[in-house]
C-alpha cells in the first residue's frame, strides 16, 4: 500500500469526523439566536474563506486540518455593537451555552448511531464465532471448549459474529468475572461453558484477547483457491484473478490455504514463485510479500483473501442484518457501550491497572484507517463510527480547553448561582492546554515506538 492509500482515508475521515462535531456546535447556536461569525474546518492560516447566509457567516477551510470551531459573537473576544448584544454568546443563560457546547459531542455520538445503523440494516459478511483451541492449557480449555463450538450468547448476550464475541469478552474481561457461554457443538447438541477472564489481561494490545482466553476462529480444510483479490495489492499487481488456485510456491507443493498463508507470511520482501492453475492451464507468476506486523511480529502477505469454504453444511461466514428497528436499538447500544468502554480504559490508564501505551496518535489512527478502506466499505464505516464515538468521549472529558471543561463551569456555575471567576478560568485554560500537550505528545511517542518496533 502506498501512503495514499493510507493518507486519503485518513483525511477523509477526519474530515467528516471534525464537520459534524461543529455543525453541532453550529446548528445549536444558530437554534439559540447566536450569531456565528466563523465555521472553520481546520486552524492556522485559511486556504479558502466563503461568506455565506443572513449573518455573513466566514466558512473556511484553514492549513492545519486536525480540529475546526465555531467562532461565536462574544464581548469577551471584541466589541459588540449595542443592537447585536442579544445575540452575543455569553450574554445567553447558562443552559444555552451549555446545549451550544454539548451539542458537538453530541453530534459525534449521533454519527456513530447512524453508522452502525446503516450497517447493521443492510447487512454484512462476518466472520461466525466458531471457535477453535490454541493451547491446551488456557481459560478455555478449562471451561471445556470443545474444538468447532459455535457460541450463540455470552451470559444470555447474543453473539452473532467473531466481532461480536471479541466485543463481549472484551467487556467482560475488564470486569474480571466468570462468564456463561451458550454453544452448540459440531454434533448440533447446545449446551454450557463457563468461562473464567480473571486471569485476562488488558495489556498494550502485543497480545490478543481473544487468544489470552485460548481461542481461535475454527477452520475446515480450506483448499488455496482465491476468493477476493485486494485492489493495488501485491497479487493484483502480478495479476492473479479470483478463483486460481496456488499449486505451488518455488516448487514446494502447497495443500491447503493455511499452507499457502504460511509460506507467505516467512517471505516478506523476498521473491517468491507461484504455480497457479486457471481454468485447466497452469501459470507462473512472481511475487514479493509486502512486509506488514500485527502484535509485535511480522510478516509477508500478498493481499488475498479466501474462497468462502464449507465443510459439512458449516460455512466459516454468515450475512449478519437486523431489522430497522432492532438495528437502531443495537446502535444506539453499541454506540453506548463504546463510549463506557472507552471511559473505563481511560480511567484504568490513570489508575495504572491498563498501560498507556493503549493511547494511540494520528499515525496509527491512519494506519487503521487505510487498512479498514481497503477491507471494503463497511469495515470503514464501523471505522469512522468508532473514531466519532472516540472523538466525542475525548471532548467530553472535564479538561478546560476542551468541550468538557466548559461543561465543567457551567455545571459549576448552575451549582453556585453565578458565573466561575475569570481569573480561574484563565488558570484551568493554561492547565488544560498543557495537559492536552503532553498527552499528544505521549500519543505521538506510542505512535512513533509503533512505527519502529512494528
Known amino acids: 500500500m502506498s501512503l495514499l492509500d493510507y493518507l486519503i482515508p485518513f483525511v477523509v475521515a477526519l474530515g467528516l469526523l471534525i464537520l459534524v462535531h461543529e455543525l453541532g456546535h453550529y446548528l445549536v447556536a444558530r437554534w ?6 466563523r465555521f472553520s474546518i481546520g486552524f492556522g492560516k485559511p486556504l479558502i474563506a466563503r461568506q455565506y447566509g443572513p449573518d455573513r457567516t466566514e466558512w473556511v477551510l484553514a492549513a492545519l486540518p486536525l480540529g475546526g470551531y465555531v467562532k461565536m459573537l462574544d464581548e469577551r473576544e471584541g466589541e459588540v455593537p449595542a443592537a447585536d448584544l442579544h445575540r452575543a454568546f455569553n450574554r445567553q443563560s447558562v443552559w444555552r451555552r451549555f446545549a451550544i457546547v454539548a451539542a458537538g459531542p453530541l453530534a459525534n455520538f449521533l454519527l456513530a448511531i447512524a453508522l452502525y445503523w446503516g450497517i447493521f440494516v443492510v447487512g454484512s459478511d462476518e466472520l461466525r464465532p466458531r471457535v477453535a483451541l490454541t493451547e491446551t492449557t488456557s481459560p478455555a480449555k478449562s471451561a471445556g471448549v470443545r474444538e468447532g463450538d459455535l457460541i450463540l450468547a455470552i451470559d444470555d448476550e447474543p453473539v452473532r459474529s467473531w466481532q461480536d464475541l471479541r466485543w463481549v469478552l472484551l467487556r467482560h474481561a475488564l470486569d474480571s468475572r466468570q462468564v456463561v457461554l451458550r454453544v452448540r457443538t459440531l454434533d448440533e447438541v447446545e449446551t454450557f461453558r463457563t468461562l473464567d477472564l480473571r486471569g485476562v489481561e488488558i495489556d498494550d494490545g502485543s497480545v490478543d484477547l481473544i487468544a489470552q482466553v485460548g481461542l481461535r476462529p475454527w477452520r475446515p480444510f480450506i483448499p488455496a483457491v482465491i476468493g477476493r483479490v485486494v485492489p493495488g495489492g501485491v497479487a493484483d499487481r502480478a495479476g492473479v484473478r479470483p478463483g486460481d488456485t496456488v499449486v505451488a510456491i518455488d516448487g514446494a507443493p502447497v495443500d491447503s490455504w493455511s499452507d499457502m498463508v504460511a509460506k507467505v507470511r516467512e517471505a516478506a520482501g523476498r521473491e517468491q514463485v507461484f504455480l497457479l492453475a ?18 509485535g511480529q511480522r510478516f509477508g502477505r500478498i493481499g488475498v483473501g479466501v474462497a468462502e469454504p464449507v465443510q459439512g ?13 432492532e438495528g437502531l436499538a443495537k446502535a444506539v447500544r453499541q454506540t453506548w457501550e463504546t463510549s463506557v468502554l472507552s471511559l473505563q480504559m481511560i480511567g484504568r490508564m490513570i489508575t495504572g491497572e491498563v498501560s498507556w501505551k493503549n493511547l494511540s496518535g494520528p499515525v496509527t489512527i491512519a494506519d487503521y484507517a487505510g487498512q479498514s478502506a481497503q477491507l471494503g466499505l463497511g469495515h470503514y464505516i464501523k471505522f469512522l463510527a468508532l473514531i466519532s464515538i472516540s472523538l466525542g468521549v475525548l471532548n467530553l472529558l472535564p479538561i478546560p480547553v476542551l468541550d468538557g471543561g466548559h461543561l465543567l463551569y457551567y455545571v459549576i456555575e448552575i451549582i453556585k448561582g453565578g458565573p466561575v471567576p475569570e481569573r480561574v478560568m484563565e488558570i ?3 492547565v488544560g492546554l498543557a495537559l492536552l500537550i503532553m498527552l499528544m505528545a505521549f500519543a505521538f511517542f506510542n505512535d512513533i515506538n509503533r512505527l519502529i518496533s512494528g
Not at 439559540?32 to 461569525?37: A, E, I, N, P, Q
Not at 453444511?313 to 437486523?322: D, K
Open 313 to 325: 453444511g458449516l460455512s466459516m461466514f454468515a450475512e449478519v442484518r437486523y431489522g430497522v428497528g
Open 32 to 37: 439559540c439566536g447566536v450569531k456565528v461569525l
Open 428 to 430: 484551568g485554560q493554561q
Open 278 to 295: 486457471r481454468e485447466g492451464v497452469n501459470l507462473q507468476l512472481a511475487m514479493v510479500p509486502e512486509e506488514a506486523s500485527e502484535g
